[in-house]
């Protein structure tokens, strides 16, 4: 007998990832089946769970097989606040109602989306350095250059091909501070680059080279962090690197547009957009060599509009993934069958339960991900393990970010 797919329940989920949390949609429908996605509320994004229970009742009684009409009634009623949060509230439904059908039709997700052109995608070590400065939630925790130097030596021994870093200050002592004003660390609103970031930047690019070996890509996130000024004398820093890209954030798609026309890298950006109406500014201006897409933001099959866009002006993509593992594999479902994919990015450095709380770990090899053939994405949360780690109170890079005080 053909399953309806009728949705009987929806709700979210959440559990401690030690520095922040993990959050988590389950749609269930009347058959039993469970649809899974993964969302983020700590990328400055609070309050994407309230508005999925906000929206939820519009759900109930719907078919889980007709998430394009869903996405679309659900776009409607909430147009006149579109993108943000609550495009990520719909980007979430979206992902948790394809694996609901393609567990329904008993096939992996990749088949819903038009079927894999790869069967492995080539990774990304991500935030390579950043996350073993958390020395309280990562081991071994890097204090200082000799750590820059040994985490550089992991990626080309644990046989990864790239890795990508990010800005970092060096005191006298070798000791290491990440410099992020664009997120408040520190508060410095002007976001201008001086010399010693300069003179940082580079020193810490040349380490990871020299210990990485030749053969190893080296990516560079600027992330917003500075203005078009800055990313400029950047660029100019950095001229004789080697470099796999430049990442950076400005959402001025004609600012880009100038500093691609003046970078001796390839530029890569937007992985904060949600919706193709914003991406194609980005296109239409030809700000960018790869468009980063944020696959749980703007829900898959969406992104896969996103990423044809991309094709039509003859630009890559790459998934933004500093998430989960049921983020990972979704995005590694959207990475399979897009064709103009450029590098898939995942974090290697892994918090100590996440083998418990997923039932499945991407299976990395290396330095590729091997697509299962599991139905749906692949993998999900285990309901008992997450509660063995309550979510913790006001985390997430908005909340725990100290907060500077000025004299009147």
């Not at 925790?141 to 992991?154: E, L, N, P, T």
């Not at 976001?191 to 053969?215: S, V």
Request: hydrophobic share 40%; glycine share 6%; charged share 25%.
């Amino acid at each position: 007998m053909k399953k309806k797919a009728t949705i009987a329940e929806v709700k979210t989920l959440s559990c401690s990832n030690s520095f922040r949390n993990y959050h988590f949609l389950k749609i269930t429908t009347e058959d039993g089946v469970a649809g899974w996605s993964e969302f983020d509320e700590n990328f400055g994004s609070p309050g994407v769970a309230a508005v999925i229970n906000q929206l939820s009742h519009r759900l109930i009684g719907q078919s889980a097989m007709l998430h394009e009409h869903i996405h679309e009634d659900l776009r409607n009623v909430t147009r006149p606040a579109a993108g943000g949060v609550v495009g990520q509230a719909l980007g979430a439904i979206e992902n948790a109602l394809l694996d609901a059908k393609a567990k329904t039709l008993d096939v992996p997700c990749h088949v819903l989306l038009g079927g894999k052109v790869r069967d492995r995608i080539r990774i990304y070590w991500s935030h390579c350095v950043a996350y073993r400065m958390r020395t309280e939630h990562f081991s071994p925790g890097i204090v200082d250059a000799s750590g820059v130097r040994q985490i550089a030596r992991d990626v080309r021994e644990g046989g990864y091909t790239a890795l990508k870093t990010n800005i970092f200050h060096y005191d006298e002592n070798d000791r290491i501070e990440a410099w992020s004003p664009g997120f408040g660390r520190p508060y410095a609103p002007s976001r201008n680059i001086e010399r010693k970031t300069l003179r940082d930047l580079r020193r810490h690019l040349e380490m990871m080279r020299e210990e990485a070996g030749p053969d190893i890509d080296i990516l560079l996130d600027l992330n917003f962090n500075a203005r078009t000024d800055g990313y400029l004398e950047i660029l100019r820093a950095t001229r004789d690197l080697d470099l796999f890209w430049i990442e950076l954030d400005t959402l001025d798609p004609k600012a880009l547009a100038h500093i691609r026309a003046n970078s001796p890298h390839p530029i890569s950006s937007c992985e904060t957009l949600v919706g193709l109406q914003q991406f194609l500014p980005y296109f239409q201006n030809q700000s960018i060599d790869v468009a980063i897409v944020d696959t749980p933001w703007n829900g898959v099959w969406q992104s896969l509009k996103i990423a044809a866009a991309a094709e039509a002006y003859e630009v890559n993509v790459a998934p933004h993934n500093f998430y989960g593992h049921l983020c990972t594999m979704m995005n590694a479902h959207f990475s399979a069958v897009v064709p103009n994919l450029r590098i898939m990015e995942t974090d290697i450095d892994r918090i100590a339960w996440d083998a418990e709380v997923f039932s499945h770990a991407p299976d990395i090899r290396d330095g590729y991900l091997y697509l299962p053939d599991r139905p749906g994405w692949g993998t999900e949360p285990v309901e008992a393990a997450l509660k063995k780690y309550p979510p913790l109170p006001a985390v997430g890079m908005i909340h725990r970010t100290a907060v500077p005080r000025l004299a009147l």
